[in-house]
């Protein structure tokens, strides 16, 4: 394939996928907001708002940097993937840590702790989809990242509207949106072992710390960027 064929490709699966996954995820928070009420659709949003500011702790800077590496040496594709999944499950145990920490010290109802605490999985294993997501765009195959995202979007908008229509409120809607990103996990990890390489967990310290000293600056640059758009 041509490199402009391959540009186009992958610029319209982009648009296309990010597009649908956004029209499907505001249809759905309509309906959400709709279905469970003011309150509840208050501790929704600050569930994921709160946890959401969380994520740049999780992801450490390593999208990028695995984007940059993987394109480098795509034979070490598995190795750089495998170690930065590990990495972010120890970034993950902490950042979890401190959230459950942080909503417990904060004087909010028992409701909205454990909605928050049930949206940090979810922001857990977001974060590994995006790390898969990120050899994707290093082999210049988003068609398998906009496979991902509608997939995603479609099975929670299916199975929240049925929890919504049979009258369950707001934890269990949470519960869904958690099990909906470890699914896009798992199902990320299948298209990768399938279309791209096999992954074979094999622990490197030294390529750990590299991935973690390269981050930083994205870390920092996503911290300021954050603290910019949210600082209200």
Partial sequence: MSSLKRIAKNTGVTFLGNNAFKIL?????????RYLGSESFGRFSFALSFTGLFAIIIDLGTRLVLVRET???KKD???FLSNTLILKLFSAIITLSIIFLLINI????????????????????NSMTNSVISVYQAYEKMEYSALVKIGKVILRFLFTMSI?????????VLIVYSLIQLFGFLISL?????KISKLVFNSDKDLI?????SGLPFLLSS???????RID
């Fill in 25 to 33: 995820s505001l249809i759905l928070v309509i309906f959400i907001a």
């Fill in 71 to 73: 394109t480098k040496s």
């Fill in 77 to 79: 594709a598995s190795k």
């Fill in 106 to 125: 904060l004087k909010y109802d028992s409701i909205t702790k454990l909605s928050v605490i049930i949206a940090s999985f979810g922001l857990m294993f």
């Fill in 164 to 172: 919504l229509l049979i009258g369950l409120g707001l934890t269990y």
């Fill in 190 to 194: 299948f298209i990768y072992n399938k």
């Fill in 209 to 213: 710390f590299r991935f973690l000293k």
């Fill in 223 to 229: 911290a300021f960027v954050e603290a910019y758009f």
